[in-house]
């Protein structure tokens, strides 16, 4: 490990907070981002791997065959005339969808089983809302619930609103031998190799800020959100734990 990577080491996790601290608290994107570094900061840890969404324990990757297989172990009932599982999540009867990409697993679609009024899926809506936010494992960015007094179903068919709430799973692991390379990728773009085995303060700031957007992008991998689904007046909720790494980028393009 050369100079360079030995100080990147030392101000990753610590001086980039300070770093956002300093940027103000003006512009909405930084608090936004303020807020998720200080939440995760508390529990993060240093490693070599990579972290992916979990649904139930079960990382959201590998083959669909194995997917089907843990989720039967968790009690769920495989139905191979929908291609889908049966059981209950979170208290409630659920359908689950397994979605893939180049035969990795990328999403897991949870679907409730029946429909409900307007003012049951409200209360539904917000008390998965409260859920997400007491839960130490996710992190989201201001207030998701819906209004008491807000007419979703006027609101859905004439506005075309839709209502959905992301939050995002927690990184416990960060690869930062991928995110050191990355950032001196970034600034050999800028800067040689000799003022990278000395660098100087605006270098170190600079390849903080780099380091900054790369941790972003890597939390953002691991959403989990849901969003009310209307059927003839009625309404249910479907939910989406996605592993944004085995989505498509365009490279086939």
């Not at 495989?78 to 990795?104: A, C, H, P, W």
Request: aromatic residues 12%; charged residues 30%; proline residues 2%.
């Amino acid at each position: 490990m050369n100079v360079f990577d030995e100080k990147i080491d030392k101000i990753l996790l610590f001086r980039i907070l300070l770093l956002i601290l300093q940027a103000g608290t003006q512009n909405y994107r930084i608090m936004r981002k303020l807020l998720l570094f200080l939440s995760l900061f508390s529990f993060l840890t240093i490693s070599a791997q990579r972290d992916v969404t979990k649904f139930l324990g079960i990382p959201v990757d590998g083959s669909k065959t194995d997917m089907i297989q843990k989720l039967k172990s968790k009690g769920f009932d495989y139905i191979s005339k929908s291609d889908m599982l049966t059981g209950q999540f979170n208290d409630y009867n659920v359908e689950i969808s397994i979605v893939t990409n180049n035969n990795r697993v990328s999403r897991i679609a949870v679907f409730d089983k029946y429909i409900v009024d307007e003012a049951a899926i409200k209360i539904r809506f917000n008390k998965l809302c409260k859920q997400f936010e007491r839960n130490s494992k996710y992190v989201s960015f201001g207030e998701q619930t819906i209004p008491e007094d807000e007419d979703i179903s006027y609101k859905m068919m004439v506005n075309n609103k839709r209502y959905e709430a992301v939050f995002y799973q927690k990184p416990v692991t960060f690869d930062t031998l991928s995110i050191q390379q990355e950032i001196r990728e970034i600034l050999l773009e800028k800067y040689s190799e000799a003022d990278l085995a000395n660098p100087n303060e605006k270098i170190e700031q600079e390849s903080i800020s780099i380091a900054k957007d790369i941790i972003l992008d890597l939390i953002e991998k691991s959403p989990v959100w849901f969003m009310i689904k209307e059927e003839y007046g009625k309404y249910r909720i479907f939910m989406y734990y996605d592993n944004e790494y085995n989505k498509s980028d365009g490279s086939d393009l």
